[in-house]
Nanobody, 124 residues
Framework: QLQAFGGGLVQAGASLRLSCAASGFSLDYFAIGWFRQAPGKEREGVAYISRRGSTTYYPESVRGRFSISRDNAKNTIYLQMGDLKLEDTAVYYC???????????????????WGQGTQVTVSS
């Protein structure tokens, strides 16, 4: 299973780091994505990383502010978020998608395992 943690209440402009720990399986063979879902909105991807970490991708909404990384030795993925904005408020989920090659996966349907989510609230 995947367990995401590190969320909280922060002020606009602050930074926050989310972590996602895997148990029961190795993340070595998985591409990872961080997604978020705000109330009344669809789940959207905010960061993606390939199996070996050689490739990352971010949508324009978070590019330059968010950074995804992975430590396969610790079976953990991280999402460093900076310059947080009110619109970043959402429940954040990590997800793992099995893949043979070192590519990112950008579609929700490509992910096999999901964490339970951690709330990030950005206040003014």
């Amino acid at each position: 299973q995947l367990q995401a943690f590190g969320g909280g209440l922060v002020q606009a402009g602050a930074s926050l780091r989310l972590s996602c720990a895997a148990s029961g399986f190795s993340l070595d063979y998985f591409a990872i994505g961080w997604f978020r879902q705000a109330p009344g909105k669809e789940r959207e991807g905010v960061a993606y990383i390939s199996r070996r970490g050689s490739t990352t991708y971010y949508p324009e909404s978070v590019r330059g502010r968010f950074s995804i990384s992975r430590d396969n030795a610790k079976n953990t993925i991280y999402l460093q978020m900076g310059d947080l904005k009110l619109e970043d408020t959402a429940v954040y989920y990590c997800a793992a998608g099995s893949i043979l090659k070192d590519y990112v996966l950008t579609r929700i349907t490509q992910y096999d395992y999901w964490g339970q989510g951690t709330q990030v609230t950005v206040s003014s």
